[in-house]
């Protein structure tokens, strides 16, 4: 069973404060998802990591920036929290596509940051 | 960039009623096609996906969904619903370099006894 597991379930935080949420899978794949979901806008990429080391950004980078020094680990930085960034974040695994396979995606949890 | 349509935000229905729930993506290539579903207080997970093949794909719980490339669709239908039914919906393509997918906005389901 694939396991994608965050480091917490809810944060809170003060405006201004530097966060960081860390995202941790067991099987050993090689792209890792930061989104981010709120009511009525579904989920929203922010970044993704294709290998160690590697980001590419999403469709919502501003803001965040991310760390991936170790294949399993995939780390969301808010430079600066501001209260609009007070959402709940998924982080997510899949293995890389091939000519025959799909790459679905593994969810975490999620971690509810409200920021005040 | 490819883009994902959700056609309906919320949607009610009594239990054994069927269901449809639309998505429509748009994107001149190749896409690999999902539906993803969240129980309440729980992970997203997984209910089907299209990668090639059958364009009528089956998935977990009797849920189905097919894929009709001239209308860029890929409805999700389940004959009969269950209480247990109730949760959020959320269509998704894949297309592209690295794998990138973009989810719809969401279907909020919910079936009363």
């Known amino acids: 069973d694939v396991k994608v597991t965050q480091s917490s379930r809810y944060l809170v935080k003060r405006t201004g404060e530097k966060v960081f949420l860390e995202c941790v899978q067991d099987?050993?794949?090689?792209?890792m998802f930061w989104y981010r979901q709120d009511p009525g806008l579904g989920l929203r990429l922010i970044y993704f990591?294709?290998?160690?080391?590697?980001?590419e950004k999403g469709d919502i980078p501003e803001g965040y920036s991310v760390s991936r020094e170790k294949k399993e680990r995939f780390s969301l930085i808010l430079e600066s929290a501001s209260t609009n960034q007070t959402s709940m974040y998924l982080c997510?695994?899949?293995?890389?596509?091939?000519?025959?396979?799909?790459?679905?995606?593994?969810f975490g949890p999620g971690t509810r940051l409200t920021v005040t | 960039a490819q883009s994902v349509s959700q056609h309906n935000h919320h949607v009610i229905l009594s239990e054994a009623a069927s269901l449809e729930l639309g998505c429509n993506y748009s994107?001149?290539?190749?896409?690999?096609l999902f539906w993803y579903v969240q129980y309440p207080g729980q992970h997203l997970q997984l209910l089907l996906k299209?990668?090639?093949?059958?364009?009528l794909v089956k998935g977990i719980k009797g849920f189905e969904a097919e894929f009709i490339k001239s209308k860029f669709s890929f409805n999700l239908r389940k004959p009969s619903v269950q209480w247990s039914d109730t949760a959020e919906y959320f269509c998704?393509?894949?297309?592209?370099?690295?794998?990138?997918?973009?989810f719809g906005t969401g279907t909020k389901l919910q079936v009363i006894p």
């Open positions: 997510a695994s899949s293995t890389p596509a091939t000519g025959v396979t799909s790459y679905e995606q593994y």
């Open positions: 099987m050993d794949h090689e792209n």
């Open positions: 990591s294709y290998d160690v080391k590697m980001k």
């Open positions: 994107y001149g290539g190749t896409v690999n």
């Open positions: 299209y990668f090639s093949g059958d364009p």
């Open positions: 998704a393509v894949g297309a592209g370099g690295y794998q990138k997918v973009t």
